[in-house]
């Protein structure tokens, strides 16, 4: 382990700064100037350095790329209009990365490189940090084998990284979903509760289907029943009923998103009934042909909040009302959005001054 922590910075000879046009941001592909890596090797982390952004070298026999030992987070730096610049939450992130590792037989990564990388990245790449309504740093820790060595087994090297991308408003256009009763994202006893990159490239395909069939993404359901809500999509799945936040109750298929446990919070900081249980398919259709279904939406960092508009079930589309000014999705996105904007009293201790 590291007695003291230095990181040793490589700053970018020419920054790319002035050639970014922040108003016209692609969510993703816009990468700031600098990135922190750090490589685990004889049962230590060396040293972290962070470095200009640019394609690295790894072995071709990779034990990541064939075997998966792969994970990640995603987090958000928001700019307040005084200018300080602040991170939402991140040790939960720090935290759930770690049990990710546990899950995936890789090294659990010290608190100290975790933070103090974050810190500096973050710092030295300030000016990446947009201040626009909406906008903020998109910011993607990750953990991936290096082992250069095709035998199936958990790798003994492993690499951690940072990498930043500046992320523009987010217009959630109401989504059309439909419950997926065949496919599984993920299963019981399985690696659903973990940020693994193969949950997302097994959920792929039946995406591809639920989208050519015209729906943006699938409320995936239990994989032994198809009964029950896991998730919607990439985000956690929430449900207003007669007045209750009704969302699934967490196990090892669904993941603990932060997102959801702010939202969580929230409702129960106004004094709303929450309900953290199984929720079956047709209960929400139920609630929907009755007229109790309020409101449904997905939860999670790179959205927020996004609100559905239309359920497909069964082979039939069933549309939710319109979501009203004071509807709770929009209340809670109004309310975190003036937390991380520094522009409401932060309760709760959720930001982290860089
Ligand atoms: C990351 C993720 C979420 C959302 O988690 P947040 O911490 O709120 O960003 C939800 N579901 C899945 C499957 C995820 O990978």
């Given at each position: 382990m590291l007695d003291t922590l230095t990181i040793s910075t490589q700053p970018?000879?020419?920054?790319?700064?002035?050639?970014?046009d922040f108003d016209n941001l692609d969510f993703g592909r816009t990468f700031s100037d600098h990135m922190l890596v750090v490589d685990y090797h004889d049962g230590e982390w060396q040293q972290p350095q962070i470095v200009p952004y640019g394609p690295m070298t790894v072995s071709p026999a990779n034990s990541a790329i064939h075997y998966g030992q792969s994970i990640f987070e995603g987090l958000k730096a928001y700019k307040s209009q005084s200018g300080e610049v602040a991170l939402f939450r991140p040790l939960d992130n720090f935290h759930r990365l770690n049990a990710s590792a546990e899950r995936m037989c890789m090294p659990q990564l010290p608190e100290e490189i975790f933070m103090q990388g974050l810190l500096q990245l973050v710092r030295l790449d300030a000016g990446w940090v947009p201040e626009g309504p909406g906008s903020a740093l998109y910011i993607r820790p990750f953990m991936f084998a290096t082992d250069a060595m095709l035998g199936v087994r958990p790798s003994e090297s492993y690499r951690f990284m940072i990498v930043t991308c500046p992320v523009g408003l987010y217009?959630?256009?109401?989504l059309r979903v439909r419950f997926e009763e065949?496919?599984?994202?993920?299963?019981?006893?399985?690696?659903?509760y973990s940020k693994n990159a193969g949950n997302y490239g097994a959920a792929m395909y039946p995406t591809r289907l639920g989208q050519e069939e015209g729906y943006n993404q699938l409320i995936w359901t239990d994989a032994s029943e198809h009964k029950y809500v896991e998730e919607s999509g990439t985000m956690n799945a929430m449900f207003i009923i007669d007045g209750r936040l009704v969302t699934p109750a967490l196990s090892s298929s669904i993941l603990d998103g932060i997102t959801r446990r702010s939202v969580l919070q929230l409702a129960r900081d106004w004094g709303m009934q929450v309900e953290e249980r199984q929720v079956s398919a047709r209960e929400i259709m139920q609630a929907q042909a009755d007229g109790t279904l309020q409101e449904a939406f997905g939860v999670g960092t790179a959205a927020t909040i996004a609100s559905i508009a239309v359920i497909g079930y069964q082979g039939q589309d069933y549309e939710l009302p319109a979501v009203a000014d004071d509807a709770f999705s929009r209340r809670a996105t109004a309310a975190l959005a003036a937390i991380r904007k520094g522009q409401a009293p932060d309760a709760h201790n959720w930001m982290v001054r860089v």
């Amino acid at each position: 382990m590291l007695d003291t922590l230095t990181i040793s910075t490589q700053p970018t000879a020419k920054s790319r700064l002035p050639e970014i046009d922040f108003d016209n941001l692609d969510f993703g592909r816009t990468f700031s100037d600098h990135m922190l890596v750090v490589d685990y090797h004889d049962g230590e982390w060396q040293q972290p350095q962070i470095v200009p952004y640019g394609p690295m070298t790894v072995s071709p026999a990779n034990s990541a790329i064939h075997y998966g030992q792969s994970i990640f987070e995603g987090l958000k730096a928001y700019k307040s209009q005084s200018g300080e610049v602040a991170l939402f939450r991140p040790l939960d992130n720090f935290h759930r990365l770690n049990a990710s590792a546990e899950r995936m037989c890789m090294p659990q990564l010290p608190e100290e490189i975790f933070m103090q990388g974050l810190l500096q990245l973050v710092r030295l790449d300030a000016g990446w940090v947009p201040e626009g309504p909406g906008s903020a740093l998109y910011i993607r820790p990750f953990m991936f084998a290096t082992d250069a060595m095709l035998g199936v087994r958990p790798s003994e090297s492993y690499r951690f990284m940072i990498v930043t991308c500046p992320v523009g408003l987010y217009y959630p256009k109401p989504l059309r979903v439909r419950f997926e009763e065949k496919y599984v994202r993920s299963a019981e006893g399985g690696a659903g509760y973990s940020k693994n990159a193969g949950n997302y490239g097994a959920a792929m395909y039946p995406t591809r289907l639920g989208q050519e069939e015209g729906y943006n993404q699938l409320i995936w359901t239990d994989a032994s029943e198809h009964k029950y809500v896991e998730e919607s999509g990439t985000m956690n799945a929430m449900f207003i009923i007669d007045g209750r936040l009704v969302t699934p109750a967490l196990s090892s298929s669904i993941l603990d998103g932060i997102t959801r446990r702010s939202v969580l919070q929230l409702a129960r900081d106004w004094g709303m009934q929450v309900e953290e249980r199984q929720v079956s398919a047709r209960e929400i259709m139920q609630a929907q042909a009755d007229g109790t279904l309020q409101e449904a939406f997905g939860v999670g960092t790179a959205a927020t909040i996004a609100s559905i508009a239309v359920i497909g079930y069964q082979g039939q589309d069933y549309e939710l009302p319109a979501v009203a000014d004071d509807a709770f999705s929009r209340r809670a996105t109004a309310a975190l959005a003036a937390i991380r904007k520094g522009q409401a009293p932060d309760a709760h201790n959720w930001m982290v001054r860089v």
